[in-house]
Each structure stands twice: as structure tokens, then as C-alpha cells.
């Protein structure tokens, strides 16, 4: 069954410009062969509500996308190995 998801993950600063654009492009990709993606958005960098390991801020970047119950929980896992990616959240929305 596909589902529509929301999710948002924000990457370090402190990997550069050239590394944030190939942190977008992957996820970006990831999301195209793995689900359909909707929109991606990005947000580019803003202060934190708090501060996550000492860091005030991180570029932000929102995307939209369905995909089969089950992809939310690899997208997941590759969020934690992922280098550079301090936060992230993903969210099922109501049809």
C-alpha cells in the first residue's frame, strides 16, 4: 500500500557547500528510484531551535514523497549512517 510522507532532515554546516549539495542530491536520488518524490525543498541554512552538539545552525532541506510502508524505515537507517545529517524526521500524512 503507498502512503504520502513528509520528511526533513537538516545537515552540519561545518561539511561545506559542495558536501551539503551532494547530501541533497543523494537523498534526492534515493527518493526517486526507491519512491516517487512529489517536491524537494530547500531551505538553506537557519539557526536552530537549540542547539544540537554544540552546532546553532543547519541547512535545511523538506521533502515530499509516497512510497510503500516499509521505505520509511530504510530511509531512516540511512539517516543515522549518514554523515552530516544531525537531524531528521519523517512523518505519514492523513490522505
Do not use: C
Not at 504520502?4 to 559542495?18: A, L, M
Not at 545552525?57 to 510502508?69: I, K, R
Amino acid at each position: 500500500m503507498v502512503n504520502k510522507y513528509e520528511s526533513i532532515f537538516i545537515i552540519s554546516p561545518e561539511i561545506g557547500e559542495e558536501s551539503t549539495k551532494a547530501l541533497v542530491e543523494k537523498f534526492k536520488s534515493l527518493l526517486e528510484t526507491s519512491a516517487q518524490l512529489d517536491s524537494i525543498d530547500e531551505w538553506g541554512k537557519r539557526k536552530l531551535a537549540y542547539p544540537i552538539n554544540d552546532r546553532n545552525e543547519g541547512y535545511y532541506v523538506m521533502a515530499n514523497f509516497s512510497a510503500e510502508s516499509s521505505f520509511p524505515h530504510e530511509l531512516e537507517r540511512i539517516y543515522k549512517i549518514t554523515d552530516g545529517i544531525i537531524k531528521y524526521m519523517i512523518i505519514k500524512k492523513d490522505k
